[in-house]
């Protein structure tokens, strides 16, 4: 888009210099001013920041060739646990799936609290906006981590660890769509005397269904490979056989389970490609 | 007999009834799999809330001697985000170059490079870290090569797409005159796409902040490990500081992004 302003510039700024041979100015005048500020000042933080890390980085170096040798190993699959591979993976697209299922009906229920034009109580939207806010801003592991001492071991601690994360995100997500509804149509039902909630029920959710079926669909690779990871923090799943293998120096094992992963991961990404090119 | 108008289009109506029909029999074979009813957590709500109430609330300092440890573990955490973000964006743009087939001078291998970067970007990066960690012992060091490893495959990926989806027009006319492979990319990819390039930068920033937190409780050192150690140790009330510390940090950094990304757009 810039490009095409670009080639509009010279052509001006060639007429009128139309006698003399000089150059043709090519740059582009209406360039953004703020980007060369930006990434110089990215690059500055990054370099601080290196420098405040201070890696070692000769003795990472220095390690590098023991990487090849791990991915050598993790190469090397070893089929022999695969019952306990696949329990542990259905364990985790389990806590995924119902995690993601609890929270759709959660996330609509807080998307109607804190929707502005459903109740039109901007207290109660505002505290709810604020309070998932915060949610949101934590790590789901973090939040595993309590549940998992407060729940014990087991898949409730992962899915209620998942389901505080996921519903913070659907809520703001269904607020969005709720609110981006037109405000005649909300105008011309409350006219009719029907109720707020039968407003929302009837008008909002359905205009807006479309949408949260798309966010589930996005949410559903997030949540897998969160939960992919839940294990490792502590919680069980398949995050639990890798990082335990890992830790164990059975290889084979982890690079069977590695393998599982990435390939759930990429069929979940496809299918939904290919949802939303049926769709819309 | 009066027929009646359906209120919604067929092939909408034959989406949601799948949805329906797809979350209502995952929702069952789920709960049967991992055995998981709501009803036990609403009967054990009790201890919930006990140790919310008791445990958790209300948030306390850790020791005044501790507390400049907790903040330059932030400042790590901050810097291993920031500076593995932008050593993996330079990285990903050389290399995202080379996956779109309509600037790669090698069209042939655009392909493999994005399998490549899918490959990297499906692992989450606490897997990398375990990998990594294994393989080069625990440390920043280590974390910071895991999270640019997995925002280096994301990002190729992002930049692939922003380059597709800019019009093509000029990449080609300046191929037709004869333009080498860097005066493309430095006169058409560039001035075009830069801005869509930063504000996925800025979107990896955000996901690393909260990415370097967990790399960081597994070895990766910064305010993870220190929530961590925290957590371990029983100290649910100082961990409710870190966490609400945390939560600071992440909602900061991400006005700050909205607020660049505005400028960015403009």
Partial sequence: ?280 | MSKRIPLIARDLKRLYTGFLLAAAVLFAVCSVLTQFNVMTLIANGGAFWAFITEDFLPPALPKASRIPGVLSSVVVTLALAMSSTTVAAVLAFFVSLFGSEKVSPFPRLAKAVRGFATFLRNIPALVWAFILFSSLGIGTGVGFVALCVTSFAFMVRAFVETMEDVSQDCVESLQAVGASFPQRVAQAILPSCLSGFLSWFLYCVEVNIRASTIVGMVGGGGVGLTLFSYIKSFQYDVALSIILLIAAMVIVVDQITAKLRRELLK
């Fill in chain 1, 1 to 280: 888009m810039n490009a095409a302003e670009c080639t509009a510039a010279p052509d001006r700024a060639a007429r009128a210099k139309q006698k003399s041979p000089a150059k043709i100015p090519v740059k582009c005048r209406r360039r953004n001013r703020f980007i060369p500020a930006f990434l110089i000042g990215a690059a500055a933080l990054a370099v601080l920041g290196l420098l405040y890390l201070d890696i070692d980085w000769l003795k990472l170096a220095s390690r590098a060739p023991d990487v090849g040798r791990v991915f050598w190993d993790l190469a090397h699959l070893d089929f022999s646990n695969l019952d306990l591979i696949a329990s542990a993976l259905v364990e985790t697209v389990s806590i995924a799936v119902l995690s993601l299922l609890y929270s759709l009906v959660l996330g609509v229920f807080f998307g109607m609290l804190a929707a502005r034009n459903v109740f039109h109580v901007p207290a109660l939207s505002f505290l709810t906006q604020s309070f998932f806010t915060f949610l949101r801003a934590v790590p789901t592991p973090v939040w595993v981590l309590l549940m998992l001492v407060c729940l014990g071991m087991g898949p409730e601690a992962g899915v209620a660890g998942l389901c505080v994360h996921t519903t913070a995100f659907f809520t703001k997500s269904f607020a969005q769509s709720f609110e981006s509804i037109p405000g005649e149509t909300l105008e011309a039902l409350e006219v009719t005397g029907a109720s707020r909630l039968s407003i929302f029920f009837n008008a909002v959710l359905p205009a807006a269904l479309s949408q949260i079926v798309a966010w589930a669909g996005m949410r559903l690779e997030t949540n897998f490979s969160e939960c992919a990871i839940l294990g490792m923090v502590g919680a069980g799943g398949v995050g639990f056989v890798i990082s335990n293998s890992l830790q164990g120096y059975d290889y084979g094992t982890a690079g069977t389970a590695i393998l599982l992963v990435f390939l759930v991961a990429y069929c979940i990404e496809r299918i939904f490609v290919r949802v939303k090119k049926k769709f819309y």
